[in-house]
């Protein structure tokens, strides 16, 4: 395990669906997704046969420097040969850190913070908002797949604060 001091926490990352995803297999697809923060790699399960999976499952990174982008590999799952791709993403914790930054409490649930607009320097299929939600703050993603005809993943972005850690 890494020493706390280097770290500024935990980032959970809640993988909640994906919508119209791209068919690698006759009918359907076998997808999961993996994600990646500099040297860390964590995977989803697989989802049988779904082009619109519901994954609804919690990922947490260690994170180190908040300027490294979090990167998504969506793949489909093959017995006997390499898994296809399914397209990819990315994206900056950057906006999300900065709102955890302003250090707020007491708001009432539901108040937007941030709004972060859709570009080409990003994957956000629509504006991604980070959102003061029962006492702590969320960030809620829709990210374009790219390099592939088709595809989104939903992604809900939450921060855990680790004692002996160097924090925000």
């Not at 964590?42 to 947490?60: G, H, I, Q, S």
Request: charged share 25%; net charge neutral; glycine share 6%.
């Amino acid at each position: 395990m890494h020493s706390m001091k280097h770290l500024h926490g935990l980032l959970r990352i809640h993988v909640h669906r994906g919508v119209n995803l791209a068919k690698r297999d006759v009918m359907s697809s076998d997808p999961y997704i993996i994600f990646r923060m500099g040297k860390q790699k964590l995977k989803t399960r697989v989802v049988k046969k779904n082009v619109n999976p519901e994954w609804d499952e919690d990922l947490t990174l260690s994170v180190e420097d908040t300027n490294l982008p979090v990167k998504l590999f969506v793949y489909d799952k093959d017995t006997f040969s390499l898994d296809d791709k399914m397209g990819d993403a990315e994206f900056q914790i950057g906006p999300f850190v900065q709102a955890l930054r302003m250090k707020l409490n007491e708001l009432p649930s539901g108040t937007i913070i941030t709004r972060v607009q859709p570009s080409r320097d990003n994957c956000l299929s629509g504006e991604s908002c980070i959102v003061w939600t029962e006492g702590k703050v969320v960030q809620n993603l829709v990210l374009r797949l790219r390099n592939v005809e088709s595809g989104e993943v939903e992604l809900q972005l939450q921060w855990i604060d680790i004692p002996g850690s160097k924090g925000l």
